[in-house]
Every structure is written in structure tokens, then in C-alpha cells.
């Protein structure tokens, strides 16, 4: 089994631009979660899916948009990035809410 | 609104000393607590989980932390510190919602 993965591991892109960030997991877990870590802050959930189809929102998303239209499946989207979205972005996932989550080698993304 | 508070972003141990790496919650109800470890470079790994059943909660790798329901407290530690253990560390909290809520982390450093 992989876990999770993500992709891409690094990106750059100028203010203004817009990409997808995808999060595969081969566990058959119905959560899947999007946060981003910036230092001094911790982990900081953007959204969050409890199954297939289905998103919420986290403590930080705006600016995010995301899709979970399979359920291995989890993007994140940046419409129109700005350097504030400048962080390392993770995804995780799990069984269920209390349950452990395991997260994918995250993806670090700088915003020019 | 639940929380969690983690004293000291950095933590410097010798080899062989007690590690001890505090975490304190806020939460209406009884809470679900988790400890995460996150090596450089990597994603988050659940170190140990406390869902209502015993105070003491064993984790991987010698660790372990006490539920103290009077202090809001669950503490982390580990008797004798090795080289491996560094790393960044997480505390989290869930008060039955779909969410985590991650501490800002706590860095440990292990000297010869």
C-alpha cells in the first residue's frame, strides 16, 4: 500500500495563477483532510470531506476551493494564488473522526 | 470553542533525560486526544491516542501521556531521551465534531 500521497512535492507560482493539488489515498477511508502548516502555527485545516461528494469547510478556506468526486481522491485548488498561501500543504486521511489520521510527505508550495 | 495550548515551541534535552513536552485543552465536553510526531521533512504520525478509556496511554517508541481531566492536561513523555526522538511534536484535540484542532507544535532537541 502507498497511504497517501501527494502531488505535486514542489511548486512555484507567481501571484495570480491557479492550480490543483492532488491527494490519492489507497486505504478506502471515508475522511480526507487538507491542511496547510506555516511555522509558529501548526497545522490548520482548510477543508475536509466525510465521503465521497461531499466538503466542508475548515478554520482557513478561503481562497481553496475543493473536490472529492472519487472517493480515493481529494483536490485542492487555488483559483488565483497569493503569496499568503506561500505554506506546506498536507493531506490526511482516515477511517473515521476519531480515528488515527495519516497524512501523505506534504507539498511545499511558494507563491511569487 | 475547543483548543489547545502547547507550552514551549522548543525543547532541549540531553541523551538518556526525561522528556516532557506539555499540552493543555480546552473543551466543552470530554475530549479525544491525540499526539502526533512530524520528522523533518515528512508528513504527521499518530504517536498515541486518548478516547476515554485508560488515563495512562502507551504510544509508539516509548512514549506515553496522562489524561488529567482536572488539569485539562495531557503531557508527553518519555523517560530517557534518544538522538531519534527529534523532531517536531503536535498535540490534538476532538470534542466530537469531523475536526482535529492542532497545537502549534512543539520542537525537540536531543544533544549528546
Known amino acids: 500500500n502507498a497511504g497517501v500521497t501527494q502531488t505535486p512535492k514542489f511548486r512555484v507560482l507567481k501571484t495570480g495563477q491557479s492550480m490543483t493539488l492532488l491527494c490519492a489515498q489507497d486505504?478506502?477511508?471515508?475522511?480526507m483532510y487538507w491542511y496547510r502548516q506555516d511555522p509558529g502555527m501548526g497545522l490548520r485545516l482548510i477543508h475536509y470531506?466525510?465521503?465521497?461528494?461531499?466538503?466542508a469547510k475548515g478554520e482557513v478556506p478561503d481562497g481553496y476551493n475543493v473536490s472529492r468526486l472519487k472517493k480515493q481522491n481529494f483536490l485542492l485548488g487555488l483559483e488565483s494564488a497569493a503569496p499568503s498561501q506561500t505554506s506546506v500543504y498536507f493531506c490526511?486521511?482516515?477511517?473515521?473522526?476519531?480515528?488515527?489520521?495519516?497524512f501523505g510527505p506534504g507539498t511545499r508550495l511558494t507563491v511569487t | 470553542a475547543q483548543s489547545v495550548t502547547q507550552l514551549g515551541s522548543h525543547v532541549s534535552v540531553s541523551e538518556g533525560a526525561l522528556v516532557l513536552l506539555r499540552c493543555n485543552y480546552s473543551?466543552?465536553?470530554?475530549?479525544?486526544l491525540f499526539w502526533y510526531v512530524q520528522y523533518p521533512n515528512q508528513g504527521l504520525q499518530l504517536l498515541l491516542k486518548y478516547t476515554s478509556a485508560a488515563t495512562l496511554v502507551k504510544g509508539i517508541n516509548g512514549f506515553e501521556a496522562e489524561f488529567k481531566k482536572s488539569e485539562t492536561s495531557f503531557h508527553l513523555t518519555k523517560p530517557s531521551a534518544h538522538m531519534s526522538d527529534a523532531a517536531e511534536y503536535f498535540c490534538?484535540?476532538?470534542?466530537?465534531?469531523?475536526?482535529?484542532?492542532f497545537g502549534t507544535g512543539t520542537r525537540l532537541q536531543v544533544f549528546p
Open positions: 473543551s466543552s465536553v470530554p475530549p479525544y
Open positions: 486505504m478506502n477511508h471515508e475522511y
Open positions: 490526511a486521511s482516515s477511517y473515521g473522526w476519531v480515528s488515527e489520521q495519516y
Open positions: 490534538a484535540v476532538s470534542d466530537n465534531t469531523d475536526k482535529l484542532i
Open positions: 470531506s466525510v465521503g465521497e461528494g461531499t466538503t
